[in-house]
C-alpha cells in the first residue's frame, strides 16, 4: 500500500489521479482538500497528524467525508519525502495483519500490536483492516 506524502500546497497539483491514499504533513484549507479530491478522484483516505487533525476545517472534514474519503489520524515515521514521495507500507504488515484476524483476534488487539510493531497509528491500521474486510 502506498500512502502519497503531500507537504505543501503546491504538492496538490503532483498528485496522479490513481492515488488513493494521501498524507497531508501541512494545514490544509477547506480549498486545498477541495483540489485534492479534484486532482485525485479515486481518493479513499487522508491521513493527517495528530496536531493538524484537532483543528481540520469542520467544512472541509464534511466535505471529504460525503466523497466517501477517511480522514485518519497519524504520522508517517521515518519517512524522508525529498527521497521518495510515497511512504510504502510493506506485504509483510499486510500479511501480518491477515494472519491476525485468521487467528480470531478483534480489531483492537490488531490495531494495538501491528501499531506497536510497524510504526503505524492505530487508526490507519484501523483503516487497512476495513479495507481487507
Known amino acids: 500500500m ?3 506524502i503531500v507537504s505543501s500546497k503546491d504538492d496538490i497539483n503532483d498528485i ?8 497531508l ?20 483516505a487522508v491521513q493527517v497528524p495528530p496536531s ?10 464534511a466535505f ?3 466523497q466517501g474519503v477517511d480522514i485518519i489520524e497519524g504520522d508517517v515515521w521515518g519517512h524522508r519525502r525529498d527521497i521518495d514521495e510515497y511512504y510504502v507500507i510493506k506485504d509483510a504488515v499486510i500479511d501480518r495483519i491477515r ?3 485468521s487467528e480470531g483476534l478483534n480489531v483492537d488487539e490488531i490495531s494495538s500490536r501491528i501499531s506497536w510493531e510497524s510504526k503505524l497509528s492505530p487508526a ?6 476495513k479495507q481487507l474486510a
Request: aromatic share 10%; net charge positive; charged share 25%.
Open 16 to 23: 496522479t489521479r490513481n492515488d488513493q491514499t494521501v498524507h
Open 124 to 129: 490507519m491500521v484501523n483503516y487497512i483492516i
Open 64 to 66: 471529504l467525508e460525503t
Open 2 to 4: 502506498k500512502i502519497r
Open 99 to 101: 494472519g491476525l484476524r
Open 25 to 44: 504533513a501541512f494545514r490544509a484549507s477547506t480549498t486545498d482538500m477541495f483540489k485534492l479530491l479534484q486532482s485525485s478522484p479515486r481518493l479513499r
Open 52 to 61: 493538524y487533525y484537532k483543528n481540520m476545517p469542520s467544512t472541509g472534514r
